[in-house]
C-alpha cells in the first residue's frame, strides 16, 4: 500500500506558475505509475499527466501539453507537477494517483486504473 500526500496548490494569476508536489510512502515508490488528476466543481475527475515507474515516459492531456510537466524522483518518492503559464480553466483540485505496475498505454488516462488517491490540493488561477 502507499500513501500519497499532495501540496503545492494555491491562487496564482493567469500566466503564473505553480509547481505541485505528491509525496509517497513506503520503499517501493519505483514500482508505482504516477497520475495527476482534476476536478473542477460540478465535472467529473481528468487525466492530467502520469509519468511511467523509470521517469522515461510522459503523457499529458492535449490542453496542457507544453504548459505542464511531470517529473519524479524516486530517490524522496515524490512526484512534481511543473505548471506554467496557468489559465482560469486550470482551476480544479489536483490529485495525485498511483497504481502499482505498469499501465497499458491505452489506460493510462482512465480514473479506474489507479488504486491509490491522495486528498488533493486546490489550484485557482484568476483571471
Known amino acids: 500500500q502507499v500513501q500519497l500526500v499532495e501540496s503545492g496548490g494555491g491562487l496564482v494569476q493567469a500566466g503564473g506558475s505553480l509547481r505541485l508536489s505528491c509525496a509517497a510512502s513506503?520503499?517501493?515508490?519505483?514500482?508505482?505509475?504516477m497520475g495527476w488528476f482534476r476536478q473542477a466543481p460540478g465535472k467529473e475527475r481528468e487525466f492530467v499527466a502520469s509519468i511511467s515507474r523509470s521517469g522515461s515516459i510522459a503523457r499529458y492531456t492535449n490542453s496542457v501539453e507544453g504548459r505542464f510537466t511531470i517529473s519524479r524522483d524516486n530517490a524522496k518518492n515524490t512526484v512534481y507537477l511543473q505548471m506554467n503559464n496557468l489559465k482560469p480553466e486550470d482551476t480544479a483540485v489536483y490529485y495525485c494517483?498511483?497504481?502499482?505496475?505498469?499501465?497499458?498505454?491505452?489506460?493510462?488516462?482512465?480514473?479506474?486504473?489507479?488504486?491509490?488517491w491522495g486528498r488533493g490540493t486546490q489550484v485557482t488561477v484568476s483571471s
Open positions: 494517483a498511483a497504481v502499482n505496475g505498469r499501465v497499458d498505454g491505452s489506460n493510462y488516462y482512465r480514473v479506474s486504473s489507479y488504486d491509490y
Open positions: 513506503g520503499r517501493t515508490f519505483s514500482t508505482y505509475t
